[in-house]
């Protein structure tokens, strides 16, 4: 063989190398293009439909609870079943939960708990895809010769721009067809994303079901939960920023779900406003993953961390409450958009270096499932609350929550192990 012949062989090889990483980096963002779609396209159905704030968080309740519990359980099965299926199943029941929406609407037979139904179907099968998929990036980074801080960039990355996608598309969308065909083209994204996993990622072993270890029992299985939670509670830091994020999930999902719908409806422009404001905010946070894979690895993560926690959420809050308009807001959301795109991927590299890899699905599980504990209760409350007490006063509460609870990384040590490395 020529040295230009080695040379194509080695670079076909490469190439070969990439492309279950690739196709796991698509699959993910046709995934959370359609999560996007159905964060925008949901809560302005349930608006649109029933008028009440209460109902549009209950909603977001009846989604987000079996999603917590998914992600508590989940990790064992994950490894049980295999990667690769959990993400493709996820995919397919998720999509045929939402599909079905719209049509039992337009055949005039939708009540509302059925809804309610739904969404926790949604919910309960979300959290396992997104944990597959995550926790198969290491393995493929590592297949494709890729640093791990810089493919979890690029899979945030991805995520993020997939928000950007969806969530610009759907307020278009809505405006145009209404909220009914933007859940069906939902149902097409899933459908993208399990047939890309199917595909693309069939051959790797990190992906297929775990072969060794004890038959699957109850006992089993709860002593694998364990486990998890057991390396979780301790590792202090990991502890710490589950115990952060638990909170500023539970007011994120009231905002986006409850708070920022209904502000668009009654003092915006209604869901064009809605989709461009939810764009900013992804397209910051898309910056921000992309501007981390360039310099983070040089960045000292405490520090940038803790900067970016404080820009995030709260000041969002307290604009939408004291400044009238859609530019100030806008602004705000945009830079808030970059902060929160530079905290998942520092997050994501100090869990992957803390947990070893034959934990790592139940440890990333008891994780997501602690960070999504106070979730469902955001939007419920924030629901009530603009019910019962108006929309401005629940801003300034959820706002001021939020600046409290993001000044913990420079208020206590344990954060600083963050630059450990």
Do not use: K
């Not at 590299?349 to 990333?364: F, G, I, M, Q």
């Amino acid at each position: 063989m020529t040295v230009a012949a080695s040379d194509r062989a080695d670079e076909t090889r490469a190439a070969a190398d990439r492309r279950p990483l690739g196709a796991l980096l698509v699959a993910n963002l046709a995934s959370i293009t359609g999560n996007a779609l159905a964060g925008i396209g949901v809560p302005w159905f349930v608006l649109q439909t029933t008028g009440s704030a209460s109902r549009a968080g209950l909603v977001a309740f009846c989604g987000m609870l079996p999603l917590a519990v998914a992600a508590l359980a989940g990790g064992p099965v994950i490894d049980r079943i295999g990667r690769l299926r959990a993400s493709v199943l996820s995919d397919l029941v998720c999509g045929t939960a939402i599909g079905l929406i719209p049509l039992l609407q337009w055949a005039g037979v939708l009540q509302f708990w059925q809804l309610c139904v739904l969404m926790a179907v949604n919910g309960l099968f979300q959290a396992p895809g997104e944990t597959a998929r995550q926790v198969l990036t290491p393995d493929l980074a590592a297949h494709a010769g890729v640093p791990l801080a810089r493919a979890m960039s690029l899979y945030t990355s991805a995520s993020r721009g997939a928000r950007l996608l969806g969530a610009s598309a759907a307020g278009v969308l809505i405006a145009l067809f209404g909220a009914g065909p933007v859940l069906l083209l939902d149902t097409a994204t899933f459908g993208v994303s399990a047939l890309l996993v199917a595909l693309g990622v069939r051959r790797v072993p990190a992906a297929a079901p775990r072969r060794a270890g004890p038959p699957v029992s109850l006992r089993g299985y709860r002593d694998e939960l364990r486990e998890g939670l057991v390396f979780l509670l301790r590792q202090r830091l990991l502890l710490a920023i589950t115990l952060v994020l638990m909170v500023t999930n539970g007011l994120d999902q009231g905002w986006s779900a409850v708070l920022l719908p209904v502000h668009a409806r009654r003092d915006l422009g209604g869901s064009i406003d809605l989709g461009l404001l939810a764009g900013l905010f992804a397209a910051g946070a898309l910056g921000g993953s992309l501007l981390h894979a360039a310099l983070g690895a040089r960045l000292p993560r405490w520090s940038l961390y803790a900067c970016c926690l404080l820009v995030s959420g709260g000041p969002r809050m307290l604009v939408a409450a004291f400044a009238p308009g859609l530019l100030p807001l806008g602004v705000t959301l945009a830079v808030a958009g970059v902060a929160a795109g530079i905290l998942n991927p520092i997050v994501s590299t100090v869990l992957y270096e803390l947990v070893p890899d034959a934990l790592r699905s139940r440890v990333t599980g008891v994780l997501a499932a602690g960070v999504l504990l106070a979730t469902p209760l955001g939007g419920l409350v924030c629901g009530y609350l603009v019910d019962r007490a108006g929309l401005t006063t629940t801003l300034v509460l959820v706002g001021g929550a939020y600046l409290l609870v993001t000044l913990c990384p420079l208020a206590f040590p344990v954060w600083r192990r963050m630059d450990a490395g």
